[in-house]
């Protein structure tokens, strides 16, 4: 954790990055990957161990994140050697996919193999103009522990190339890791559900929109009737283009958080979620 610190030179104490990173379930689930030189650590990154959801099959993976190197002594193939060893433990043990999401420019981590998934960032920056465009969609509070069983047939039913695989233990385990997102189911029985973080005063992000797609429009300007009721201004998430909503949602990129994967070639259907980075 001292070398990511130093790496993004983290404004916030040493002893208190390393208190609010020990508290994240995420860091307890992965392995800290170090280099030293000379005696002193100067790169480091996080291993997760994944499953992917590929066609009808699920296959073992992993998660590459948290990538740094001290200012110091870059340029200097640490990163990329501590990759690549991570990378070959990780397929030596039947691990076959792997993903990270990029902060730097993704020909990096091409040469290592890992390909760039498509990816969009909307943002819509009036809520209520996008609201009152058409129809908005009735959704109902759902209590995800609850409807676990349901939520994980709509995640599935959503997707139909690469993705994070997700039982219901695997959903269990990722309601922990975000404890303050809601859930709003569509129809009754469920059709499906969007899933919301609204820590953000200025807006709503969607971290998850497992609806089909004729319903899309319609939940989105639900979610904007939310957003603007709670008097707010923006409605934003990693969601792919919904062309009846063009003319509301501008696409912002992705190049901090690029998903990139290594293992498949077939990466045009392969879609991830804010709810899957790391």
Request: aromatic residues 8%; charged residues 20%.
């Amino acid at each position: 954790m001292g070398v990511w610190h130093a790496a993004t030179q983290g404004a916030e104490p040493l002893g208190y990055h390393q208190a609010l990173r020990l508290t994240l379930l995420r860091r307890h689930q992965g392995t800290w990957w170090m280099l030293e030189e000379g005696g002193r650590l100067v790169s480091s990154l996080m291993c997760y161990p994944l499953r992917f959801a590929d066609g009808d099959g699920v296959v073992a993976g992993y998660g590459i994140g948290a990538v740094a190197t001290r200012p110091e002594a870059r340029r200097r193939g640490h990163a990329a050697a501590l990759c690549r060893r991570a990378i070959e433990v990780a397929e030596g043990a039947g691990r076959s996919i792997g993903l990270l999401f990029s902060a730097i420019s993704p020909a990096y981590y091409a040469r290592l193999g890992f390909s760039v998934v498509p990816a969009w960032r909307h943002v819509c920056s009036s809520a209520a103009e996008l609201a009152a465009s058409g129809p908005q969609a009735e959704l109902v509070p759902l209590d995800p522990r609850l409807d676990v069983e349901t939520l994980t047939a709509c995640y599935r039913a959503v997707h139909g190339g690469l993705h994070v695989h997700r039982d219901e233990n695997e959903w269990r385990e990722a309601l922990v890791r975000n404890a303050r997102d809601v859930f709003f189911g569509l129809g009754a029985p469920l059709q499906g559900y969007v899933r919301l973080n609204t820590d953000d005063q200025e807006g709503i992000e969607v971290v998850e929109l497992m609806v089909p797609p004729q319903e899309q429009e319609s939940v989105l300007r639900a979610v904007a009737g939310l957003t603007a009721a709670m008097g707010r201004r923006e409605v934003e998430g990693w969601f792919d283009p919904v062309p009846g909503l063009a003319a509301f949602f501008e696409d912002r990129g992705r190049a901090s958080t690029l998903p990139m994967v290594r293992g498949t070639r077939d990466v045009a259907e392969a879609r991830f979620w804010g709810s899957d980075y790391f």
